[in-house]
């Protein structure tokens, strides 16, 4: 059973760097993969961005100069960094598992979420 | 980029069938991922790749898609269905719908 297991900083102020990181159980972090995506209070779903081993990093064009999505096969974790946050960036962020990369049909969807962090960012 | 489109919310009484709509250009050309998110909940799963359920959903949840739009099915709704829906495609990125909150009467 794979379990996605989140934590980081809940509260910041302006201008720090968010940092959360998403452990995985009963994968590894190869052959998917992996995404962020955040909530706003009371709106929809955001991606952040993805990673996988063999394809690299992609990001979500509004948040790429700011976003940087790592992986560690040793600790089967996956890290995300988004700096000079605002109030803007207080929102619900999940981790998430796509099914295995190699495979038949489309593979660009998350089968898996983690529990979110709330992040609130305020002086 | 590509945008995608939902009504924004749907009542329907039990037992009834709830239909959810996902609008985009070329949609119908496009493999359509739903997601079921509960208050206070991660999303869940429960439509991907337009038509298949993940084990553990129930089949009164189907996925459609035609040249119109995609469409989340769920036939004989019951109190526990009611949750906002997203759809998602994936358009050299992940792209979400606004989602659609599903109010059982």
């Known amino acids: 059973q794979v379990q996605l297991q989140q934590w980081g900083a809940g509260l910041l102020k302006p201008s720090d760097t968010l940092s959360l990181t998403c452990g995985v159980s009963?994968?590894?972090?190869?052959?998917?993969?992996w995404g962020w995506i955040r909530q706003p209070p009371g709106k929809g779903l955001e991606w952040i961005g993805s990673?996988?081993?063999?394809?690299?990093?992609n990001y979500n064009s509004s948040l790429e100069s700011r976003v940087t999505i790592s992986g560690d096969t040793s600790k089967n974790q996956v890290s995300l960094k988004l700096t000079l946050v605002t109030a803007a960036d207080t929102a619900v962020y999940y981790c998430a598992k796509s099914p295995p990369i190699a495979g038949a049909g489309p593979r660009r969807f998350f089968e898996q979420w983690g529990q979110g962090v709330r992040v609130i960012v305020s002086s | 980029s590509f945008v995608v489109t939902q009504p924004p919310s749907l009542s329907v009484a039990p037992g009834e069938t709830a239909r959810i709509t996902c609008e985009g250009d070329?949609?119908?050309?496009?493999?359509v991922h739903w997601y079921q998110q509960k208050p206070g909940q991660a999303p869940v799963l429960v439509i991907y790749?337009?038509?298949d359920r993940p084990s553990g959903i129930p089949a009164r949840f189907f996925g459609s898609n035609s040249g119109a739009g995609a469409t989340l099915t769920i036939a004989g709704v019951e109190a526990g269905d009611e949750a906002v829906y997203y759809c998602?495609?994936?358009?050299?990125?992940?792209?979400f719908g606004p989602g659609t909150e599903v109010t059982v009467l």
């Open positions: 009963g994968a590894s972090f190869s052959g998917y993969y």
């Open positions: 990673i996988s081993d063999s394809r690299g990093t």
């Open positions: 070329n949609i119908g050309d496009r493999s």
């Open positions: 998602q495609v994936w358009w050299d990125h992940y792209v």
């Open positions: 790749r337009v038509t």
